[in-house]
């Protein structure tokens, strides 16, 4: 998806760059601005697949380093220091699977927690319903609260209206889903009803 890579037609072989290979150079071309490429749920790839042999020009930031394919008579791909890859995942997503070490090594990772003061005040007793939840009282001791707790993004609505949409067709789904899985005890249940 990102790398330089080679695409076959009725025999002819052609080398193209691909996303962040085409994103680099922009920011190559460009030293004075800054690059932001976001990556969603950049867990939910194969990165070592994705990425490829990116994955060095990684971890040898505005150093060139030599791609498998030649593009133009040129082996070299680099990534400046003005480009920064962002990618966004989300712990309580359990399909997918960790990141490897190759990966992880070459990016910092954040925390983003939910937060009750993003939350707007007519959504704060729902939010903070639903945090009880994540308590030892009804979370399995197989789970950490910071890993399956519902996050703010579900209380962000711009009305009471907007908000009980989200409740019942967003929040309460995945409560469910939760106690179905053994994140929650059956004893959630009773409070999930009163959402």
Do not use: C, W
Not at 48 to 74: C, F, H, M, T
Not at 142 to 153: A, E, L, T, Y
Request: no cysteine; aromatic share 10%; glycine share 4%.
């Amino acid at each position: 998806m990102f790398q330089r890579t080679i695409l076959s037609f009725n025999g002819t072989v052609m080398v193209k760059n691909k996303i962040l290979a085409q994103f680099a150079e922009r920011a190559i071309d460009n030293p004075k601005a800054k690059f932001i490429l976001i990556i969603d749920e950049i867990n939910r790839a194969n990165l070592p697949a994705v990425l490829g042999e990116l994955i060095y020009a990684l971890e040898y930031r505005g150093k060139p380093v030599n791609s498998l394919y030649e593009l133009d008579e040129e082996r070299e791909i680099s990534l400046p220091n003005n480009l920064f890859i962002i990618g966004t995942m989300n712990t309580a997503d359990r399909s997918v699977g960790h990141i490897d070490y190759a990966i992880r090594r070459r990016f910092a990772f954040k925390d983003v927690l939910p937060n009750e003061a993003l939350v707007p005040s007519f959504a704060k007793d729902k939010f903070q319903t639903v945090s009880g939840l994540f308590s030892n009282e009804f979370l399995s001791s197989d789970f950490r609260k910071n890993d399956v707790q519902i996050g703010h993004s579900y209380f962000m609505a711009k009305d009471k209206e907007e908000l009980d949409i989200k409740i019942k067709y967003e929040v309460i789904p995945i409560l469910k889903e939760y106690v179905k899985d053994g994140v929650l005890s059956n004893k959630a249940l009773d409070v999930i009803s009163t959402l």
